[in-house]
């Protein structure tokens, strides 16, 4: 019944994940058996399948932080100056806690006029300069600010110069012993070495975390540090940026194309084997069997799929070049597993469904930019938009974006004119990684097991051997796989 994917997918079109669909498989496990763990490249392991992209308006230091916490991984954007790129780097790596709070700072001499000076925090630092980089000198607590009747009066007055605090190499658990057993509202954590706050946990964030879905182990590294990776592209200009993200520690690099099959990118790998062996190197994006030799060649660990399958993407209308995304994750990866390089199915992902089908046709992760850009811990604050809460989306092609500086990615060195290749949008808000995460991937578990594929490999497994039966959906029966014939309704998942 139905047909193998070396079938359906050798016919002359391309097929995008809404395309096709599975036919379902045994059930002999239940959901909860489904292990989801996997790797980005070659030397890294991963508990669950998610990348968050490298891109402006998706992956700095919260993103990193709460990806690398749920057992994912983010790669930091390089749409900014390379000191920029390596302190958020940096930062994320100093975390040992699922999130980073917003800290709020002064000097001894401000006065606070307003409640709103302290933003959603319990408290306000009180450091010499004012700013985080220097030492904390005392906090000043909203419920004692609440009841001065002076309101004026210099924050030296009345600061708490003596408040507890803990060590940043506290893990989370450790954090929320201490809050527990000494009743507190809220603990700063500082650097051992110059006193600096670095975050900060209140009794709020642990009902918060106590209440989200557990998944598999975080991300670390052999540091006990929380896995970060970074972009590049490939102008020598990003050697001297590499060099410094190696020194901030990134895990992995992933060599940003929008066509990754050139004498650049090539150049930029052989650099980076030669210079960096240790670090596990993404080359991409490709879409064909012919780059990826090209790309496995040159010994890369891990391959980006995808062009113009992106949400924001417009390469495809511009260029007239790409691929359907399962046709394209599809190809490259039955012969980047015959060499042990993982894939990543990179932009497309608008739904659980989207994953199964991308890990299934043989992806080991999925890169996702809007899936994760309405989330707390994507960069950037959240506007009302005729009645909802929305965050800014952009395409790292969108002129924005590259008036900012991305223009490596889209643009040939000697190019003059801008042309643009994404657009700037905004997505819904959908609260924390933290807790959509968990739920999408319990959704994708069902998926697996409907399947009756218990791993990533028995999945790809399936696939090779022509197990896994899948057909091409027409118009209709797409509309008929979605909800239909409502007259109002609204999604809700979890
Ligand atoms: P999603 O669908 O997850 O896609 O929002 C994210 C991926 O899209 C790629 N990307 C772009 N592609 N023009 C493009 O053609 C752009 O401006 C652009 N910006 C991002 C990128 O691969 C990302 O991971």
Redesign the pocket.
Known sequence: DGFSAEKLFNQGYSYTYDDVIFLPGFIDFPTDAVNLSTKLSRNISLSIPCVA???DT?TETSMAIGMAALGGIGIVHYNNTISQQASIVRAAKSHQIPFSSDLIFASPSDSIHSADEFGNSPCIFVTESGTKESKVLGVVCKSTWKGLSDKEARISDYMNASPVTLPSSYNFEDVAGYIASKKLDFVPLVNDKDGEVVNLVTATDLERMNSLPKLGLPSLGTDGKFLVGAAIGTRDSDKERLEHLVKAGINALVI?S?QGNSEYQINMIKYVKHTYPHLDVIG??IVTKYQAENLIKQDVDGL?V???????????E?CAV?RGQATAVYKVSSIAEQHGVPVIA?????NSGHIVKALSLGASTV???????GSNEAPGTYENKNGLRVKK??????LE??TKG?DA??LGDTAKLKI????VGSVADKGSVLKFVPYTMQAVKQGFQDLGASSLQSAHHLLRSGSLRLEVRTGAAQVEGGVHGLVGYEKKYF
């Open positions: 992209s490298p891109m998706v940003d929008s991409g994006n980006r995808g062009m113009g399958s992106g949400s924001i993407c417009t390469t495809q511009v790409g990179d932009g497309g992902i608008s890169m996702m930019g809007s899936f994760l850009a989306y952009r395409g790292m092609g969108s974006a590259m991305s990615r889209y643009a290749q994404g657009v």
